[in-house]
């Protein structure tokens, strides 16, 4: 599986990174995970619909972070990503915390793949 990531999840990365020290070898040990099953699992994962776009676009809701001591997956962390399938490839669209915002950033996921 190939990785890449949107200038605005680097962004989201730099700033979480202040409070999660351990962020990056978290997000290594998700890389893991998604070589062997990258589509959506529910009740871990799941498709986010009603976007009007063809893309794949798929919300994790149990990441185990480390710097959250006593919590692991139960953390609160949320990762975005877009799944594409053909290319065997995933780009990583947003990461944030439960407690900072509510939901994803729709607006973002449409204007980074909305087809023309």
């Known amino acids: 599986m190939k990785y890449d990531e949107l200038e605005e ?3 989201d990365i730099k700033k ?3 409070k999660y020290r351990t962020l990056k070898d978290d997000l290594e040990v998700v890389k893991k ?3 062997i099953k990258p589509e959506a699992r529910p009740p871990f994962s799941f498709r986010i ?3 009007g776009i063809e893309t794949c676009v798929i919300k994790v809701k149990k990441i185990a972070c480390k ?3 006593g919590r692991g997956v139960n953390s609160g962390l949320r990762l975005i990503y877009a799944h594409f399938i053909e290319s065997e490839r995933i780009t990583f669209i947003e990461l944030y915390h439960k ?3 509510h939901n994803e ?8 793949f909305k087809q023309d």
């Open 9 to 11: 999840f680097r962004k």
């Open 16 to 18: 979480l990174l202040k």
């Open 33 to 35: 995970v998604l070589d």
């Open 49 to 51: 619909d009603g976007l």
């Open 67 to 69: 710097a959250l001591k």
């Open 99 to 101: 407690s900072d915002k």
């Open 105 to 112: 950033d729709r607006q973002r996921i449409i204007k980074n």
